[in-house]
T-cell receptor, first 115, second 113 residues
Framework: QKEVEQNSGPLSVPEGAIASLNCTYS??????FFWYRQYSGKSPELIMS????GDKEDGRFTAQLNKASQYVSLLIRDSQPSDSATYLC???????????????FGKGTKLSVKP | DAMVIQNPRYQVTQFGKPVTLSCSQT?????MYWYQQKSSQAPKLLFH???????NEADTPDNFQSRRPNTSFCFLDIRSPGLGDAAMYLC????????????FGPGTRLTVL
């Protein structure tokens, strides 16, 4: 069973701080990695995609990928109370990894940004 | 704006009474997915359509069925809802299967009385 693991939190950071969210995955053949933000009672919203090792920045968000360590992270700079949500890490499983290329989600990390 | 639309947003049904949830998309994506998400859990893939090809997850109960009459629309039928089927049902689309991004609709919250 291919898995995506996240610390469930809650992760609490003060407004203006950097929030660091981490994710590990078990399928070495995975090639695509995503971060979704989900507000309570709402659907997941795609905020970052990353496909290559290294960093990818988009505004206040930076995704980091290390395929050798099977690790992906999301950094949120200058955290705002509006960033308070659950962040889901999602990994495309490889076709030969038993997941038929489907998106495998972690259970999410709940982030709380305190004013 | 291109989008994924789900109707209704909230659905209340009685135990055992069939219910149909709908999803439409203006993204012209080839793949449409149905997920079930319960509180504090990860979304769970039920099935997906790649064009007209239906792909059922091995652990999806027979109580759940789907139809995709055309590229834009996809339906989730729950033939005999049980109390355990109360959840948020999410429709998502992607351009192709495999490594593409998936975009979610707003979801339908199903309550079973």
């Amino acid at each position: 069973q291919k898995e995506v693991e996240q610390n469930s939190g809650p992760l609490s950071v003060p407004e203006g701080a950097i929030a660091s969210l981490n994710c590990t995955y078990s399928d070495r053949g995975s090639q695509s990695f995503f971060w979704y933000r989900q507000y309570s009672g709402k659907s997941p919203e795609l905020i970052m995609s990353i496909y290559s090792n290294g960093d990818k920045e988009d505004g206040r968000f930076t995704a980091q990928l290390n395929k050798a360590s099977q690790y992906v992270s999301l950094l949120i700079r200058d955290s705002q109370p509006s960033d308070s949500a659950t962040y889901l890490c999602a990994v495309h499983g490889s076709y030969y990894g038993g997941s038929q290329g489907n998106l495998i989600f972690g259970k999410g990390t709940k982030l709380s940004v305190k004013p | 704006d291109a989008m994924v639309i789900q109707n209704p947003r909230y659905q209340v049904t009685q135990f055992g009474k069939p219910v149909t949830l709908s999803c439409s998309q203006t993204l012209n994506h080839n793949v449409m997915y149905w997920y079930q998400q319960k509180s504090s859990q990860a979304p769970k893939l039920l099935f997906h359509y790649y064009d007209k090809d239906f792909n059922n997850e091995a652990d999806t109960p027979d109580n759940f069925q789907s139809r995709r009459p055309n590229t834009s629309f996809c339906f989730l039928d729950i033939r005999s809802p049980g109390l355990g089927d109360a959840a948020m049902y999410l429709c998502a689309t992607s351009r192709d299967p495999g490594y593409n991004e998936q975009f979610f609709g707003p979801g339908t919250r199903l309550t079973v009385l």
